[in-house]
């Protein structure tokens, strides 16, 4: 038995699944996760000391890879001036300025723990900013764990969504409506119906957690221009995206390509944060001021704007900062996508795959998906047989078919190299 197989039944002996988060867990894939016992650049090394080139970049926050020097110095200053206060700090005002900064669509910032956290108390947020309890999503996008969001569609348009995890009451999920990324007939269709009653639409601006779908620009000016005509507000979910496609998120992608577009509520986490538990919700400045102390709204967290955390998120932001920091992460993401499809193809395999700065996706279909149902087409087995064949190579990539990838600014064009090679091999052997 390997140190990671005794771990893992350690685990699971004491922690249900033996994992805190279930996709940690393989049970898409099956196996034995391996148990990390240290990272730094873009490798971790595994209780049994594998290497591996790491792809997960711990769900999306390790933008620099592990232990950049920088971060690591920050992180131990602010340990020593102290862990937690429950008090203001001057960091927690330099990050939300420095978010603000980065993102136009916001004029004021509160600072949380979880991506959850930051979604949750923005819908609530927007329901009590315009007085009314409907909430639109779409099928595929993930908003953190919150109850009103673990729901899938209902039987068709008229009905409202079914809770998917136990414990969620019907009730709770009976205000949001669950409709299919992409279909603009159906947003037209579900705002003629219940545009008045609509507080809000939050969504996925480049899909991370259906793999790697983007809302098309004719979509994304949809949801904009309903959200105004009937005053529900735009809720952008960039927790993964933020920071990560490009520095001001995919809002200034879009922005690009239709003129004056602006969410109105922005969620944001993971590389904010650098690696450390920080997440963020911001917008208009009439809409923040609707929260607690200032407003009605309530919201509150003991750890908000942790000192240690907030330093950890400054340090990350500084370097990403670097001129031309995402063309280059950019540049080898397109590197290592390019070198896959490449080989899939050389071997006669269905193979796309797309990315923006440093998240991917690739698929084992012939063309790239544009909701939820076209992901899962994908066929789980032959995912299966990648993902295992890569982590024997010493490569790890997402545990499922439906979670999108990480290239960081430490990956280098060696581990490029050495990812495509591994690939190649499994490749040659799912062609057989
Ligand atoms: C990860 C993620 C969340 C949840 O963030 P946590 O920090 O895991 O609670 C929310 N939205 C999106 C788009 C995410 O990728």
Same mark, same amino acid.
């Given at each position: 038995m390997t140190r990671n197989d005794q771990l893992f039944n350690r685990a699971k002996q004491i922690i249900p699944g033996g994992v805190n988060s279930p996709v940690r867990a393989f049970r898409a894939v099956g196996g034995t996760p391996p148990f990390i016992a240290r990272a730094q650049g873009a490798h971790m090394w595994d209780a049994d000391e594998k290497r591996y080139i790491d792809y997960i970049g711990s769900w999306g926050p390790m933008i620099l890879g592990h232990g950049h020097a920088d971060v690591l110095a920050a992180v131990r200053a602010a340990c020593e001036d102290g862990l937690s206060f429950g008090a203001p700090t001057e960091r927690e005002v330099e990050l939300a300025e420095t978010i603000r900064t980065l993102y136009p669509s916001i004029d004021m910032v509160r600072l949380v723990s979880s991506g959850t956290e930051a979604g949750m108390s923005a819908i609530r947020l927007a329901r009590g900013a315009t007085g009314r309890n409907k909430l639109i999503k779409f099928e595929g996008c993930y908003h953190g764990h919150a109850d009103s969001l673990l729901v899938k569609a209902g039987s068709?348009?008229?009905?409202?969504?079914?809770? &998917?995890?136990?414990?969620?009451?019907?009730?709770?999920?009976?205000?949001t409506l669950v409709l299919e990324y992409n279909n603009?007939?159906?947003l037209?269709?579900?705002?003629?119906?219940?545009?008045?009653? @609509?507080?809000?639409? @939050?969504?996925?601006? @480049?899909?991370?957690?259906?793999?790697?779908?983007?809302?098309?620009?004719?979509?994304?000016?949809?949801?904009?221009?309903?959200?105004?005509?009937?005053?529900?507000?735009?809720?952008?979910?960039?927790?993964?995206?933020?920071?990560?496609v490009a520095l001001g998120g995919a809002q200034s992608l879009y922005a690009q390509q239709i003129p004056g577009f602006a969410p109105d509520l922005t969620v944001l986490g993971k590389v904010i944060g650098g690696g450390m538990p920080l997440a963020a919700f911001g917008g208009k400045r009439a809409v923040m001021e609707k929260l607690a102390p200032l407003?009605?709204?309530?919201?509150?967290?003991?750890?908000?704007?942790?000192?240690?955390?907030?330093?950890?998120?400054?340090? &990350?932001?500084?370097?990403?900062?670097?001129?031309?920091?995402?063309a280059k992460l950019g540049d080898m993401t397109r590197r290592l996508m390019d070198?896959?499809?490449?080989?899939?193809?050389?071997?006669?395999?269905?193979?796309?795959?797309?990315s923006e700065g440093g998240l991917f996706g690739f698929f084992l279909l012939p063309e790239l998906p544009q909701n939820y149902t076209q992901v899962m087409k994908t066929d789980g087995k032959r995912f299966n047989q990648l993902f295992h064949g890569l982590l024997e190579r010493g490569v790890y990539i997402a545990p499922a078919l439906y979670e999108a990838g990480f290239v960081s600014a430490?990956? &280098?064009?060696a581990d490029i190299a050495a990812t495509v090679a591994a690939a190649r091999e499994v490749f040659a052997q799912m062609a057989d």
């Open positions: 068709g348009l008229a009905t409202f969504g079914n809770p &998917t995890s136990a414990g969620v009451p019907a009730d709770v999920v009976q205000h603009q007939a159906q037209e269709e579900a705002f003629a119906l219940y545009g008045d009653d @609509i507080a809000g639409l @939050i969504m996925e601006p @480049i899909a991370g957690n259906m793999n790697f779908v983007r809302a098309t620009v004719d979509f994304t000016r949809a949801c904009q221009d309903l959200c105004r005509q009937y005053g529900a507000l735009l809720i952008y979910d960039e927790v993964m995206t933020g920071c990560r407003g009605p709204v309530y919201q509150a967290g003991t750890l908000s704007g942790n000192p240690v955390a907030t330093a950890c998120g400054l340090a &990350t932001l500084a370097a990403i900062q670097a001129p031309g920091f995402h070198g896959l499809t490449q080989a899939a193809h050389d071997h006669g395999l269905p193979f796309c795959a797309d430490a990956h &280098t064009e």
